[in-house]
């Protein structure tokens, strides 16, 4: 089979690998069929000096495939069932997981994660434990599920476990063109909140507008805090999503209300930020670290995208051979939404989906770039278009006559849809 591989720091490439060996009690092997692009694969990319790992390496931390074989003592999964993976190994048996408390697992360290200290997902082939796998519902697709792992749950554990947002509330949520920000800013919106949105450049301000945000604010130009209590009338936010670092932090504690709520899940402007303490006590604010997330916010996210209530926005589709491209992508942060870039096995395109108001979401040229590769179709309003895509047949409907859908074929999923309205998508 084919695996691509970190060979060493910064380099990596796409090699014949063994395929695994039967699986073992308690495990299945699974067929990938996409894996997604983050920013835990950009560190493991350039190497950090901490990570106890022995390269090489297969890469790739979030994916979705189905199950190719079953081993002994596994009765919750059949060959053919659509999963996705989660990449941090369990044990399974401390109080954390026996609470349902994954990403707290008090055994992590010795597992590791998958793709960064261990093999990864970017490999036709893998084996893992059953419970490392998650279901996925009917109608969602691989390229959309392989997003459910780490974008969608992480956001998912960030906004409702640890800031208990609901509806009716105000959130600013900060670089919110990135995987993560653009699911938070739809996550928040579909709950009923009141979004105030942060982005690093002009171009970007009329696409997280289109996402729902409800003001967005390019901060380099203008000091969000200040923009954050005016639009509050002077109050202050209730959460604050961070994930930027010592850029925001001083910024993102002035934004917030008394009794406000800070979650974080990342920090890529640096390590260290100052804290004004006399601030954190007296404005009552609360501090939240958010890593990762537990099984049944991958579950939570999946159900959102079964439902079509939420979807992620994805920047590009590419083969898994430009896996370093998409690094070099996410890194130079060019893209418009950097952290959700979703790869086919093996190595073909995918598909992209529209954003949430069924806008295009990608550069025109990347998408005739990817598109130029497959069959191009063209349908009118109200056009029905039946995909033989996996882990069902699914049905869109158009509704302005702009979709370009290819129809997938036996050997994979080959489809691609880029609408500016699919009016139903349902699985049949
Ligand atoms: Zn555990």
């Given at each position: 089979m084919?695996?691509?591989?970190?060979i060493?720091?910064?380099?990596?490439?796409?090699?014949d690998?063994?395929?695994p060996?039967?699986?073992?009690?308690?495990?299945?092997?699974?067929r990938?069929?996409?894996?997604?692009?983050?920013?835990?694969?950009?560190?493991?990319?350039?190497?950090?000096?901490?990570?106890?790992?022995?390269?090489p390496?297969?890469?790739?931390?979030?994916?979705?495939?189905?199950?190719?074989?079953?081993?002994?003592?596994?009765?919750?999964?059949?060959?053919g069932?659509?999963?996705?993976l989660?990449a941090?190994m369990?044990?399974?048996?401390?109080?954390?997981?026996?609470?349902g408390?994954?990403n707290?697992?008090?055994n992590?360290?010795?597992g590791?994660?998958?793709?960064?200290?261990?093999?990864?997902?970017?490999?036709?082939?893998?084996r893992?434990?059953?419970r490392?796998?998650i279901?996925?519902?009917?109608?969602?697709?691989?390229?959309?599920?392989?997003?459910?792992?780490?974008?969608?749950?992480?956001?998912?554990?960030?906004?409702?476990?640890?800031?208990?947002?609901v509806?009716?509330?105000?959130?600013?949520?900060?670089?919110?063109?990135s995987?993560?920000?653009?699911?938070?800013v739809?996550?928040?919106?579909?709950v009923?909140a009141r979004?105030?949105?942060?982005?690093?450049?002009?171009?970007?301000?009329?696409?997280?507008e289109?996402?729902?945000?409800?003001?967005v604010?390019?901060?380099?130009?203008?000091?969000?805090?200040?923009?954050?209590?005016r639009?509050?009338?002077?109050?202050g936010?209730?959460?604050?999503?961070?994930?930027?670092?010592?850029?925001?932090?001083?910024g993102?504690?002035?934004?917030?209300k008394?009794?406000?709520?800070?979650?974080?899940?990342?920090?890529t402007s640096?390590?260290?930020a100052e804290?004004?303490l006399?601030q954190?006590?007296q404005?009552?604010?609360?501090?939240?670290?958010?890593?990762?997330?537990?099984?049944?916010?991958?579950?939570?996210?999946?159900?959102?995208?079964?439902?079509?209530?939420?979807?992620?926005?994805?920047?590009?589709?590419?083969d898994?051979?430009?896996?370093?491209?998409g690094?070099?992508?996410m890194?130079?942060?060019?893209?418009?939404?950097?952290?959700?870039?979703v790869?086919g096995?093996?190595?073909?395109?995918?598909?992209?989906?529209?954003?949430?108001?069924?806008r295009p979401?990608?550069?025109?040229e990347?998408?005739?770039?990817?598109?130029?590769?497959?069959?191009?179709?063209?349908?009118?309003?109200?056009?029905?278009?039946?995909?033989?895509?996996?882990?069902?047949?699914?049905?869109?409907?158009?509704?302005?006559?702009?979709?370009?859908?290819?129809?997938?074929?036996?050997?994979?999923?080959?489809k691609?849809?880029?609408?500016?309205?699919?009016?139903?998508?349902?699985?049949?």
């Amino acid at each position: 089979m084919q695996a691509l591989r970190l060979i060493e720091d910064g380099r990596l490439a796409l090699e014949d690998a063994p395929e695994p060996t039967a699986p073992g009690a308690g495990e299945v092997i699974v067929r990938m069929k996409t894996v997604a692009l983050n920013h835990i694969d950009l560190w493991g990319f350039r190497g950090m000096a901490f990570a106890k790992r022995k390269l090489p390496i297969v890469a790739g931390v979030e994916g979705a495939g189905e199950i190719a074989a079953v081993g002994p003592g596994v009765a919750n999964r059949r060959p053919g069932d659509p999963v996705v993976l989660y990449a941090g190994m369990i044990c399974g048996h401390c109080p954390a997981c026996l609470r349902g408390q994954e990403n707290l697992c008090e055994n992590i360290a010795d597992g590791g994660i998958m793709g960064f200290h261990r093999d990864g997902l970017a490999a036709q082939y893998v084996r893992l434990p059953a419970r490392q796998t998650i279901p996925v519902p009917a109608g969602v697709d691989w390229a959309t599920s392989a997003t459910a792992p780490v974008t969608f749950a992480t956001v998912q554990h960030m906004l409702f476990d640890n800031a208990r947002l609901v509806a009716g509330e105000t959130i600013l949520v900060h670089a919110a063109g990135s995987g993560v920000g653009t699911t938070a800013v739809l996550m928040a919106k579909a709950v009923g909140a009141r979004v105030l949105a942060t982005v690093g450049s002009e171009e970007k301000i009329a696409r997280v507008e289109a996402l729902g945000a409800d003001a967005v604010l390019n901060y380099r130009k203008d000091r969000f805090e200040t923009w954050a209590r005016r639009q509050t009338g002077k109050k202050g936010v209730d959460v604050v999503f961070e994930h930027v670092g010592p850029d925001t932090w001083a910024g993102s504690l002035l934004a917030l209300k008394r009794g406000g709520r800070l979650v974080t899940c990342g920090s890529t402007s640096g390590i260290s930020a100052e804290t004004n303490l006399f601030q954190v006590f007296q404005q009552q604010l609360r501090i939240i670290g958010s890593f990762g997330a537990n099984f049944r916010n991958v579950a939570e996210g999946l159900a959102k995208m079964a439902s079509r209530e939420v979807l992620p926005v994805i920047d590009s589709v590419i083969d898994l051979a430009d896996f370093g491209q998409g690094l070099k992508r996410m890194a130079d942060r060019a893209g418009w939404n950097p952290t959700t870039t979703v790869l086919g096995w093996p190595g073909r395109a995918t598909m992209t989906g529209p954003d949430s108001a069924g806008r295009p979401n990608k550069p025109a040229e990347d998408l005739a770039r990817i598109l130029g590769r497959l069959e191009r179709r063209r349908f009118p309003a109200g056009a029905i278009i039946i995909g033989g895509g996996e882990p069902a047949e699914e049905m869109y409907i158009v509704e302005d006559g702009l979709a370009e859908v290819l129809i997938s074929d036996r050997n994979g999923l080959s489809k691609i849809f880029h609408s500016s309205r699919i009016l139903t998508h349902v699985a049949i």
